[in-house]
């Protein structure tokens, strides 16, 4: 079956544009994680989604970042006002329920701020 | 808080030479242990977790890790590593309860032949 995917792979865009971030997790998992991977900052966690709510949002590195889940499936990670220090990979992952500890990663969107 | 740590940013080893990536993770509860593997220009994929029972846990490309309690420990070996083994190797815990990964730096494993 199709796995976690991510759209776009990839995104430049000039400091102080607002950006979207999809994500489609994998068919039926309830569970949805938001990761970013830096140079400076390696792999670190952002916000989990249980369903549409937020119970985990405490990743996130300013309120420039916001993100939503509808439908208990597509998610988006909004940046707004982008900083050059936001470029980074983004990657998604979902799990089939909370408590389970196996997460499907999609292929990342590589943002770019200029 | 938890936190994880990867004692080699880059290792390089020769084509069939046995191999070990460390993983020291520091933690006041009990927690799960996961390594994740990235090859080149792919997306991060599970190589094989500890959630309990036996604490030498195996992936089916010939990866083990030991869960070491007293050491706090969950290094990643192989007896015998190939080309196509090139890649990025993350070690991460989730708290009990918790779902939410914690990463390691990652240590860049280079098989040469």
């Known amino acids: 079956g199709a796995g976690v995917s991510q759209s776009p792979s990839n995104k430049v865009t000039e400091k102080g544009k607002d950006v979207e971030l999809r994500c489609d997790p994998i068919?039926?998992?309830?569970?949805l994680y938001w990761y970013r991977q830096s140079l400076g900052q390696g792999l670190e966690f952002l916000i989990y989604?249980?369903?549409?709510?937020?119970?985990?949002k405490s990743g996130l590195p300013s309120d420039r970042f916001s993100a939503e889940r509808t439908g208990g499936s597509v998610s988006t990670l909004t940046i707004q006002r982008t900083q050059q220090e936001d470029s980074a990979v983004y990657l998604c992952?979902?799990?089939?329920?909370?408590?389970?500890?196996?997460?499907?990663f999609g292929p990342g969107t590589r943002l770019t701020v200029t | 808080a938890q936190s994880v740590t990867q004692l080699d940013s880059q290792v390089p080893v020769f084509e069939e030479a046995p191999v070990e990536l460390r993983c020291n993770y520091s933690?006041?509860?009990?927690?799960?242990l996961f390594w994740y593997v990235q090859y080149p220009n792919q997306g991060l994929q599970l190589l094989l977790k500890?959630?309990?029972?036996?604490?030498l846990v195996e992936s089916i490309n010939g990866f083990e890790a030991e869960f070491n309690k007293s050491q706090t420990s969950f290094h990643l070996r192989k007896p015998s590593v190939h080309i196509s083994d090139t890649a990025e190797y993350f070690c991460?815990?989730?708290?009990?309860?918790?779902?939410?990964?914690?990463f390691g730096a990652g240590t860049r494993l280079a098989v040469h032949p």
């Open positions: 992952a979902s799990s089939f329920t909370q408590s389970s500890y196996e997460q499907y």
């Open positions: 068919s039926g998992h309830t569970a």
């Open positions: 989604f249980q369903g549409n709510s937020a119970p985990d």
């Open positions: 933690s006041s509860v009990s927690v799960y």
């Open positions: 500890y959630l309990s029972g036996s604490t």
């Open positions: 991460a815990v989730s708290v009990r309860g918790y779902n939410k990964l914690i």
